[in-house]
């Protein structure tokens, strides 16, 4: 039987911008997790956004308040109904860089993937 897997498509969320720009407000609560556009954070459009487009399994990655972020992410149950999540956290990585070495070290990745990432904030 060397019937092939199917693969999932797969998204990885960079959670981090990795610059001050959104200081004080960062200080206390996820930059993801900041109101967006219409009550929604930046991690709800994200999500959404890759889940009517069929993605099935999607890595978010932080470096800043993990436990917050953790929480929303289990808050969400339509999500979880939706997609496989793996949340992966690292609180020594400095930049967008880093944060993809600490990801592939984890072997999450199989295949081509949807990067999405907030650095384009700053």
């Known amino acids: 039987d060397n019937l092939k897997q199917e693969e999932k498509l797969q998204a990885i969320i960079l959670l981090d911008s990795y610059s001050?720009?959104?200081k004080p407000f960062s200080l206390y609560k996820a930059e993801c997790l900041l109101p967006f556009v219409a009550n929604k954070t930046l991690l709800d459009c994200s999500?959404?956004?890759l889940i009517e487009n069929d993605v099935k399994e999607v890595v978010l990655f932080c470096t800043k308040h993990h436990k917050q972020i953790k929480n929303y992410i289990d808050s969400k149950k339509s999500w979880h109904k939706n997609v496989e999540i793996h949340f992966l956290y690292n609180f020594?990585?400095?930049?967008?860089?880093?944060?993809?070495?600490?990801?592939?070290?984890?072997?999450?990745?199989?295949s081509t993937f949807i990067p999405v990432s907030y650095t384009h904030l700053t």
């Open 92 to 110: 020594t990585c400095r930049s967008l860089g880093d944060a993809m070495r600490e990801i592939d070290a984890k072997g999450v990745i199989r």
């Open 20 to 22: 001050n720009r959104f």
């Open 47 to 49: 999500m959404e956004y």
